[in-house]
């Protein structure tokens, strides 16, 4: 482990070294459904900040509660979105694919079903 850096309450990086490669692992717990949308734009400013902070040679990893669904339906996210899900998509989710397209994050996304 090379650095632990706490952003707030939803946004922490941890930054490992593996072998020869650096890889960042950020934690996140985004705001919920019904929350001021201050808070959410806030919430996806910060995570911008943190994603843009990473050099392009280091690797990125990206977990954490998005608090909604991507659904099951790849809708116009094939480059995001692996078909696997739950539900209806819903508005904090477009946000995550939408982020996650920005920045060519992920090739598959899968958010668990309720209990």
């Known amino acids: 482990m090379v650095e632990v ?6 946004l ?3 930054k490992l070294m593996v072998g020869e490669l650096t890889l ?7 705001p919920q459904v019904g929350l001021d ?15 843009c902070g990473i050099p392009p040679i280091e690797k990125l990893f990206k977990g954490g509660d998005f608090n909604g669904y991507i659904g099951t339906s790849i809708g116009g996210y ?4 692996g078909g696997f899900g739950f539900k209806d998509r819903n508005k904090g989710c477009t946000a995550l694919l939408d982020f996650a397209k920005v920045f060519e994050l992920v090739s598959e996304l899968w958010l668990p079903q309720d209990e």
């Open 5 to 10: 850096k706490r952003v707030n309450d939803r």
């Open 37 to 51: 949308e201050e808070v959410k734009r806030h919430f996806w400013e910060e995570l911008d900040e943190v994603v």
């Open 24 to 30: 960042n692992v950020i934690r996140t717990y985004a």
């Open 78 to 81: 094939g480059e995001v979105h």
């Open 12 to 14: 922490m990086e941890i």
